[in-house]
């Protein structure tokens, strides 16, 4: 019975949390919203509105496509360090 | 009241099979009370004396259960609630279109259920004072709590974090 959203919006919150040591309590009593619902929205289990989305963007001071992507948001490790050689041969050799 | 307190603290973050086996419970137990009656005490088939402790147990059942849902809901299944959030808003609105939903199939299931009582023995299903009366009390134990007890099936986990842990 659990719906997760047909197109779920893939997110940052977790690393954006992690980076600022924040607890979801800490963001969901910043953004006026419960903790769990934190959780949910995370776990790409709801989608938040317009409203939410840019509330918990301002809260990190970050623009809403950086905390917020219909895409996968590559790895951190990846965009700093580029792929793994191993994936970049594979790439190579299936290209 | 230290156990009173650890089942306060436990049924908001109840896992979702517990409630819903708790809302299992809950729903079972006041129908079984009145079928084991009409089925079993009134033809004859046990005496009064040895129905009545299984139909006190299964009414206990359907009392706890009630406690335990609105233990676990706590005012977010109400309609009028003012501080819920945007998500829970949703799940309660959703729990309620679903207990209008359950209303019309448990009285679409009645009604064919009547209808092949009728067709099956030939006899009229009377309205008396007593089946009057004891679905108005089915009526008063489920249609208030069933919002609740259908927020408590529907509501997904609560995700876990470190930091929520130990709070």
Redesign the interface.
């Known amino acids: 019975m659990t719906r997760r959203p047909a197109t779920p919006i893939h997110n940052r919150i977790a690393v954006l949390r992690a980076e600022r040591g924040l607890s979801r309590q800490e963001l969901a009593d910043a953004v006026g919203i419960n903790y769990q619902t934190v959780g949910y929205v995370e776990r790409g289990e709801y989608n938040p509105s317009l409203d939410l989305a840019f509330s918990i963007a301002a809260f990190f001071g970050l623009p809403i496509d950086a905390v917020f992507s219909p895409d996968p948001f590559e790895p951190m490790s990846v965009k700093l360090y580029g792929r793994p050689a191993e994936d970049v041969e594979e790439a190579a050799t299936s290209a | 009241m230290t156990f009173a307190r650890s089942i306060f603290r436990f049924l908001p973050n109840a896992r979702r099979r517990s409630r819903r086996l708790i809302v299992l419970g809950t729903a079972a137990g006041y129908p079984l009370v009145l079928l084991g009656y009409a089925t079993l005490v009134v033809p004859g088939r046990i005496q009064l004396g040895v129905w009545a402790p299984i139909a006190l147990l299964l009414t206990a059942a359907t009392v706890v259960g009630v406690v335990a849902i609105y233990g676990f809901a706590r005012g977010r299944a109400d309609l009028g609630s003012a501080h ?5 808003a949703q799940v309660r609105d959703r729990a309620w279109a679903l207990s209008y939903a359950t209303v019309v199939i448990v009285i679409a299931l009645a009604l064919v259920g009547l209808m092949v009582v009728r067709s099956s023995s030939g006899q009229d299903v009377v309205l008396s004072g007593d089946l009057i009366g004891y679905l108005a009390t089915t009526a008063a134990i489920y249609l208030p709590v069933l919002p609740a007890a259908i927020l408590a ?2 509501e ?1 986990d ?7 842990r130990s ?1």
């Open positions: 819920l959030d945007e998500r829970q099936w529907i997904p609560v995700p876990t974090d470190e930091g929520e709070r």
